[in-house]
């Protein structure tokens, strides 16, 4: 997970206990989100099965955050 221009951080994900395979639970998620609510970019890369790495970008800027 990369914040904007900062360093790759490491998080480890949970699957779900359904077993789907389209959704994963992030751990120190708390940490995730307070990062994202100061953040204008997000990008995450994940290793998928049969695709390698991947990365997925987001323009977080101007998210509306409901507490």
Avoid: C
């Avoid at 490491?10 to 100061?38: M, P, V």
């Amino acid at each position: 997970v990369k914040f904007d221009v900062g360093p790759m951080l490491t998080f480890y994900g949970l699957e779900a206990e359904g077993g789907s395979t389209n959704i994963i639970f992030f751990d120190g998620y708390s940490g995730i989100l307070a990062a994202t609510r100061k953040a204008q970019h997000l990008k995450i890369q994940a290793l998928f099965y049969q695709e390698g790495k991947q990365v997925m970008e987001f323009d977080v800027a101007g998210l509306e955050w409901k507490k």
